[in-house]
């Protein structure tokens, strides 16, 4: 895959260096799939688009899953997601592109978490996801919402466009420590109204730092509306399309197959 169509390549020194499951990433699995209770995985079927180190196929596992799929385009990822799901081989980790899924009509729920809005074409890589949907299967994303980060777009995407997706990724990864003391400082002083800044003071410096960095690293990010994620799950033929913003900043989404 081309560094146009995405970053997997960046990612993958991202889920290499950050590959610990630790518990906050359940709280966020939470918000991130609000639309699907644990019981909803129980006995299911499930693939997860762009797994990176397998977090949240973990989560499904753990709720009574019956098995499923996690796929990548990134090699460091994939062997992060390996070593992370090794107590559950009922989930094949597998090389395999959002744009070319090789499934169909297969799993009871299919999601994306934080990846479509990095890619070239997202709305194929939907419509791939609800390929590889059963009917009526349930097909659910989450990715960055424009509202509530317009100083986002207007202050540090130009930046990561010019400067941090052009750099070196462990350039880039060291860099991230400055502006993630300052932002743990900033928290740490009362500092952020919207949810999501008041969840994120209770994360690691660590924890923080890794977010951080997968804010400069990619070289396209999408912020989109409400209307234009509504767009996108109608525009993969999806019914009783759902979405609910997620802190204050992000949106999740969820249909059926038809």
Sequence with gaps: MSVKKGSPDRFGYEWN???EIIPIHEEQFHRWTPFLEPKDFDGTTFLDVGCGMGRNSYWPMQYGAKGGSAIDVNEKSLTQARRN?????????????ADAIRYENMFDIVFSIGVIHHLEHPQRALQEMTKAAKPGG?????????ENNEWVIRYINPLRKALFSRLPVTWTHFLSLFPAIL????????????EYLRLARSFSFRHLRSIVFDQMLPVIANYWTQEEVRALMEGAHLKNIRLQQVNDMSWAAIGEKG
């Design 183 to 194: 932002l743990y400082i900033f928290l740490h002083l009362g500092g952020g109204r919207i």
């Design 85 to 97: 799901l090794a107590s559950y081989p009922a989930v094949s980790v597998e090389f395999m592109s």
């Design 138 to 146: 349930k097909v659910a994303i989450w990715v960055y919402g424009y």
């Design 17 to 19: 260096e950050y590959s």
